[in-house]
């Protein structure tokens, strides 16, 4: 039960760290310790399997960095292990005179960020590409994709077990004692020492990270995104991915459409405040996560910056006449009865005492203990960098 490394978490970002960091230490033993029974069952599972290509992100930042980083390095794995993922670009459109400067301000970002062949598209140019779309400018974007993210979690998981890495499932972690030069992680299972620590703990990452700082200062809030899948009819309406302008009062992409890599198309996600931390339905709830929640400091300033917006993506939740509403903006001839029922994600956010979403990663380091605090979309498409990263931090 000794171990060099241990890590927290059999997430994309979890599993690409241990992996990265048993390619760099071949000798070393390294454990991953996942609740679950099987890999990627949360964040890494429940997204919409999109490539992001980085357009949106501050350029500097840990998310454009890694995001860049790890497109290319998601891409090169899919391709070496037949992961199926399609570039089939996506367009991000402005429905009215007010959204365009908001789209300039994209468009800059990305190519700060180093992005090529972005491309500014006139109404009739983008609805050569997407004929039913609706708006009056939009931007070209040729890099983003769409991934069987599941399936790089898979492959991830079987290259570091032919490494000789081990993963333990069904150890939830209930404690954590660090000695210096040995911690003690205590499972419901059983206990394990090791020389260095690493999580990965997606939506409870501040749960693990106050085993070892009993001051950190931000915690996870829990946000369901919903979808629904449009029926087998209307799915030529869509042909790549289309996306609206985000609306800046709020830190979400809002509604889009996105072909997946079955074939189907997903609409949504909304972003609405979920009871329980892994609570995909409506009607999930935990007490003591949502009090945690609802008494932390930051929740409350949330509320008052973010309420209105809030109350909108609380009705688009509630109605699906109101999501149809939002999604008519970009196509106009979706209607109600073209949606599906489909499934709901949750998105770990960080947040601090002062109200602030973290926007950024957030690795902090103490010794030899490493925490992800937050690491959001686009976590996914970065996670090799991450973990390559990561991997990199624990030895300095």
């Known amino acids: ?3 060099d490394i241990i890590i927290v978490g059999a997430g994309l970002v979890g599993l690409s760290t241990a992996y990265k960091a048993k390619l760099k230490n071949p000798g070393y033993k390294i454990l991953i310790l996942e609740k ?4 990627s069952l949360h964040q890494s599972g429940h997204n919409s399997g999109v490539i992001h290509s980085g357009i949106y992100y501050k350029p500097g930042s840990l998310k454009a960095k890694n995001c860049i980083e790890g497109y290319n390095s998601i891409i090169n794995f899919a391709t070496e292990y037949g992961i199926r993922y399609d570039l089939c670009g996506k367009i991000v459109v402005a429905t009215s005179q007010e959204e365009v400067p908001l789209l300039d301000n994209i468009y800059k970002r990305g190519v700060e960020n180093g992005l090529q062949d972005l491309k500014y598209l006139s109404r009739e140019e983008f609805r050569e590409i997407e004929p039913h779309c609706e708006g009056i400018k939009a931007i070209k974007v040729p890099q983003t994709g769409i991934i069987d993210y ?3 979690a898979k492959k991830i998981k079987e290259l570091f077990e032919e490494l000789g890495g081990e993963i333990k499932f069904n150890n939830k972690v209930t404690n954590i004692v660090n000695r210096g030069l040995e911690i003690i992680v205590e499972t419901n ?3 394990y020492k090791t020389k260095k620590l690493i999580s990965c703990a997606g939506l409870y990452s501040d749960k693990i990270t106050r085993m070892t700082n009993k ?4 915690i996870i809030i829990p946000f369901r995104g919903e979808y629904y899948k449009i029926n087998d009819e209307k799915k030529h309406l869509v042909k790549h991915l289309i996306y609206p302008v985000p609306d800046p009062n709020f830190p979400f992409l809002g509604v889009h459409f996105t072909r997946m890599i079955d074939g189907n198309i997903e609409a949504g996600p ?3 405040l979920a009871f329980k ?3 995909y339905k409506l009607f999930d709830f935990n007490f003591n996560e949502t009090m945690q929640t609802l008494m932390w400091p930051g929740f409350r300033k949330i509320v008052a910056k973010y309420g209105k917006t809030g109350l909108g993506e609380v009705h688009r939740s509630l109605s699906k006449a109101a999501f149809t509403k939002a999604l008519q903006k970009l196509l106009p001839e979706i209607q109600e009865h073209d949606l599906v029922a489909g499934g709901a994600g949750v998105r770990a956010q960080a947040c601090d005492r002062n109200g602030a979403l973290i926007d950024d990663f957030d690795i902090v380091k103490n010794g030899n203990i490493i925490h992800v605090r937050n690491a959001p979309s686009p976590a996914a498409t970065s996670c090799l960098s991450i973990g390559n990263k990561i991997s990199e931090l624990i030895e300095n």
């Open 189 to 191: 299972n059983s206990e």
């Open 1 to 3: 039960m000794n171990y």
């Open 150 to 152: 599941p399936g790089i």
């Open 277 to 279: 931390k892994e609570g």
């Open 215 to 218: 001051e950190n200062d931000v």
């Open 36 to 39: 679950e029974n099987d890999v």
């Open 270 to 272: 909304n972003a609405v």
